[in-house]
C-alpha cells in the first residue's frame, strides 16, 4: 500500500519528517492526529479501519479529531521530483507534476484513432497517425469526407476546388468574350443603322424640300394649266388635288 510519493521520485532526498510512517513515503495530503504524528490521510484513514490507536506511539486517535495540515502539503509540492518517464531528464516541483506529464515528449498515449489501441510515445503519435490503419478523419478542408487511410491519397480538396475555380472562370471567360462580341456586333450594327437613319433623314428632308418648293411651284402651274386646258373636267382633278 503506497499511499504517499515515492521517495525515488524526489531530486533530493527528502526530509525524515516528511516520511509517512505507514507508508514510508512522501506524504501526500499530511494529516495531524491528536498525538501530534503526521500520516498521509489515505494512510491513516485505512489504518483505522483496524484499529484506533496512532501506529507511532499506540495513543488512542480520535477519528474526527484530525487535522489536515496545509503549509506542510504546501512545501512538499514544492519539491523538484523527476519525470518518471524513461529517458525523459525533465525536473520540476511536485505540483507541476500533472502539466509535466499531460506535455512530455516521452509519456506513452493511446492512439486517439478508434479500434487502434496502441501506446505510443507522445513524440511518435504524429509519425504511427500517418501510417495508423485505423487513422481517419473529416477533411479539414471542409468538405465532409471521412477520410481513411485508404482514401486520403486519392482526395484532393484543393485540387478539386482548384480545377473548379478553374473550369468556372474559363466558362466565365468565354461567356465575357461571347457578351463582348456580341456588343461589337451589336454595335456595328447600331453604327450602321444610325448612318442608314440619318440617310433617309437626310433624304427626307431633302426630298420634303423639294417636293414643297416644286409642290408649289407646279400647283401654281398645273391647276392654272388644268384650269386653263380642261375646264370641263375640273370638279374631279381640282377635287382631287386639293384632298
Ligand atoms: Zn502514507
Ligand atoms: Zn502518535
Ligand atoms: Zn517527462
Ligand atoms: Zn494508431
Ligand atoms: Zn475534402
Given at each position: 500500500m ?15 519528517e516528511?516520511?509517512?510512517t505507514?507508508?514510508r ?8 492526529v ?15 479501519r483496524?484499529q484506533?490507536?496512532?501506529p507511532?506511539?499506540?495513543k ?16 512538499i ?9 524513461e ?20 509519456q ?21 497517425s ?21 482514401t486520403?491519397?486519392q ?13 468556372q ?6 461567356i465575357a468574350?461571347a457578351?463582348?462580341r456580341?456588343?461589337r ?18 433624304s ?6 423639294g417636293q414643297?418648293?416644286?409642290?408649289g ?22 377635287s382631287?388635288?386639293?384632298?
Amino acid at each position: 500500500m503506497s499511499g504517499g510519493y515515492d521517495v525515488d521520485l524526489f531530486v533530493d532526498g527528502p526530509d525524515y519528517e516528511l516520511l509517512c510512517t505507514i507508508c514510508r513515503c512522501v506524504l501526500r495530503c499530511p494529516v495531524r492526529v491528536a498525538c501530534n504524528h503526521v500520516f498521509c490521510k489515505t494512510c491513516i484513514l485505512q489504518w483505522l479501519r483496524r484499529q484506533e490507536t496512532c501506529p507511532c506511539c499506540r495513543k488512542p486517535i480520535n477519528p474526527s479529531c484530525m487535522f489536515v495540515m496545509y503549509k506542510l502539503s504546501k512545501s512538499i509540492s514544492r519539491l523538484r521530483i523527476k519525470c518518471i518517464n524513461e529517458g525523459c531528464l525533465a525536473t520540476f516541483p511536485l505540483s507541476d507534476e500533472f502539466l509535466h506529464s499531460s506535455s512530455c515528449p516521452f509519456q506513452r498515449v493511446l492512439c486517439p484513432h478508434q479500434g487502434c489501441g496502441s501506446l505510443v510515445l507522445r513524440s511518435a503519435l504524429e509519425v504511427h497517425s500517418q501510417h495508423c490503419q485505423h487513422w481517419s478523419q473529416i477533411c479539414p478542408m471542409g468538405c465532409g469526407t471521412q477520410l481513411t487511410q485508404a482514401t486520403q491519397p486519392q482526395h484532393n480538396c484543393y485540387r478539386q476546388l482548384r480545377q473548379q475555380v478553374e473550369a468556372q472562370r474559363q466558362s466565365h471567360r468565354a461567356i465575357a468574350g461571347a457578351l463582348s462580341r456580341k456588343m461589337r456586333r451589336m454595335q456595328t450594327a447600331m453604327t450602321h443603322v444610325r448612318r442608314q437613319v440619318a440617310l433617309i433623314c437626310e433624304s427626307l428632308e431633302a426630298t420634303g424640300e423639294g417636293q414643297e418648293g416644286e409642290e408649289g411651284e407646279v400647283e401654281g402651274d398645273v391647276y392654272e394649266g388644268f384650269e386653263e386646258e380642261t375646264t370641263g373636267e375640273s370638279s374631279t382633278s381640282s377635287s382631287s388635288s386639293s384632298s
